[in-house]
């Protein structure tokens, strides 16, 4: 049995897709942010090598390869093959290519339909929705025994296994679990693992065994390589888009990105309940950034949602988003 659950926020969209009743996938779909599928004009800004980079309606710069023949200031139809993806350091611009079709974008209503076709049928988001989330955020997965810590870096994602007792029993909780998070966290490129060393050969064999097991149900393929003396496996896959970490974390690699932050205090704000005006204490950087024209959409909705006006209040002691604070009835 298939089950997808959506929770709507200021900005945000978000889902997770159930299997038997474990989460198996999470996906957030931002707005402002152009998606594959998208047929846009886009107008040429300039060209270098063998590229060519142009802006969309909405601002955003986007790529393509090769460079076409049109001069720089042409409007060409395009279409969006791969969505913009934010990794550590990092901004790698959509990419387009030329197309002859009608203009449409592809907006929330596919979205929910691609997502939906895939499951059996729509749930309403639990008490737990957040939960799978969160495990995104803290970088580590603790199960009985075992630990497993993940982190981005500019060369992929890397795995770092902990745990008590034998290394081998270890490693297979690790390597089915780890299997789990690539698919929950929609990881493509190179992921790198560090297993506790085994100097046993069918040990590691063993191991990466479960690992394959565990990713049976994944339907994106995928290589590896075995598991040398010290521990270390390479898993790689396709990056057709952003992963889950990309989107939460930016350009950053361990903190959240201003845009996941200011979201989060919007989504905190719309679910309020009380009396009066919700003021929203953040930091001095993010409430400067609330001022801009592109939040303000966001803001009243947030507002309409919690049935109040919303002020925005700096303090250099706030710590993440911040809080909100909200008279009792």
Known sequence: MREIAFDASPGEIRAVLFENGAAVELHILR??????GSVIDAKIISKAGARAFLTLPSGEEVVIMP???ASEGTTLRTE???ARICEPGEIKLATIRLSEADLGEIGEAQWRASLCERADTVITAGADFDDHFDIAQTGRSDLEGVTVW???TKAGLVFDVDGSGDAFAVNCVAATEIARL???????????IDFIGMENKAARLAVAAAFDAANA??????????????????VIRAKPGPSILDTLFGTRRVSLSDETLILALLRAASRTAGAGVRRCVTTPALAKQLELPVWQPLIAQAARQAGAALEIVADASARGYG???????
């Not at 707005?31 to 594959?36: A, D, E, N, R, S």
């Not at 690539?182 to 790198?192: D, H, P, S, T």
């Not at 809080?323 to 009835?329: E, S």
């Open 31 to 36: 707005g402002g942010h152009v998606l594959p």
């Open 67 to 69: 460079s076409p023949a």
């Open 80 to 82: 969006v093959i791969r």
């Open 150 to 152: 993940f982190e981005r």
């Open 182 to 192: 690539l698919r929950l966290f929609y990881i493509g490129g190179a992921a790198m």
């Open 217 to 234: 149900d994944d339907p994106r393929g995928f290589e590896r390589t075995s598991i040398n003396g010290y521990g270390l496996m390479q």
């Open 323 to 329: 809080h909100v604070h909200v008279t009792p009835v």
